[in-house]
């Protein structure tokens, strides 16, 4: 599949769109762990992902961070363009979760193309209000939900994304990913183990009653 | 001043737009209190503000509530046109903060407007945005402010808001904004006032020193 194949308003672009794109657009590998925007100084493009797996998250002054979003194939990220949209107030950093190849509009062409052609900017809208969704589900999350169950629900996340219910990951990440302290982590980790839903190992978390977890994850 | 000096975009909408829009549009007032959107069933259509405030706020099961965003005069509320984004997916509630005038567009209306014009989907696009980066800062504020800072916060904004100093207010309406039980804001109130930031009466908040509940805000 080619990069027309991937791009969701492509056959709703005049020729000239296509090609002003066609002739700009950069193909990108990123190797895992690479942060490919960081705040409001960056500005490399529209991003849109052939394969792999983007992070979103924002970080307190004293270095806790909370996940907001993650990108995989076919997902199109904005913010690496939010140079070119004002009204975007916020710093974020982007980082690949995976080995990742991303293809690039540059900034000035995806805001040329958007400002003319109204299927790319209601496109563009989609993607804004579904990140907006995404956001509220996790100020719903965080207001109401209490920690147990936010755990409970990130580990099934992860199992259904890495494919494995031996979750390679420490206690640090996952607190980087809900916005707690390891040491909250920890000790809800090993509730979940004294309760037979894990098995804990250096450096594993090994998902073992994933019925219960989701039980407990809906309540 | 008109409808048409009141819509953002208006001058670079076709002939044709305008012609639908004027035909369609109505005017409505809006008695303080009033829900003018409850969830995913409403779906009055795209909300100019003429005068007035609404307040956008989400609801737990419990009956919590917390504010998401508020919208002032000459001010577009997109989430009353909702049904026609299918990406906005999650529950709303909008309420009349003061007495409140609106035109209101209907929602099909707005959609076939927002299809055929960049400019308007554009513009859209910058509302979303905005909502988008107002969740961001509520999400930053939950997960790294301390309560006293948030309250103070909101004192202020309200005072701004109000264009005076006393507040006429309830502790759980306060709680209500912020996401927090009315004994949470009580507790933090007295500690206000025994600092000399406020005092208290039935119903009544008096901010008496702004400059260093500022400072406590932005610690």
């Not at 672009?13 to 925007?37: C, D, Y």
């Not at 270095?63 to 995989?72: D, K, P």
């Not at 790319?120 to 995404?134: C, K, Q, R, T, V």
Request: charged share 20%.
């Amino acid at each position: 599949m080619e990069f027309q194949d991937y791009f969701p308003v492509w056959n709703q672009l005049t020729s000239e769109q296509q090609t002003l794109i066609s002739n700009t657009v950069t193909f990108r590998s990123i190797p895992k762990g690479t942060v490919v925007h960081n705040g409001s100084m960056d500005c490399s493009g529209l991003m849109l992902l052939r394969s792999g797996q983007l992070r979103a998250y924002i970080m307190s002054q004293e270095g806790r961070e909370i996940t907001i979003y993650r990108l995989f194939d076919m997902d199109l990220c904005l913010l690496t363009a939010s140079c070119m949209m004002r009204s975007i107030q916020f710093d974020i950093t982007i980082q690949a979760e995976k080995d990742t190849e991303v293809w690039v509009i540059p900034p000035e062409v995806f805001k040329q193309v958007a400002d003319q052609s109204a299927p790319m900017a209601n496109y563009m809208n989609e993607i804004m209000a579904s990140h907006f969704s995404e956001v509220m589900w996790l100020v719903e999350q965080i207001m109401w939900k209490s920690f147990d169950k936010r755990l409970a629900g990130f580990l099934l996340e992860e199992t259904a994304l890495e494919g494995t219910n031996t979750l390679k990951i420490t206690h640090e990440i996952i607190g980087n990913h809900l916005g707690t302290a390891r040491e909250v982590v920890t000790r809800m980790l090993r509730y979940f183990q004294s309760e037979g839903f894990v098995t804990l190992a250096r450096g594993v978390v090994e998902v073992i009653d994933p019925a219960r977890l989701k039980q407990l994850s809906e309540e």
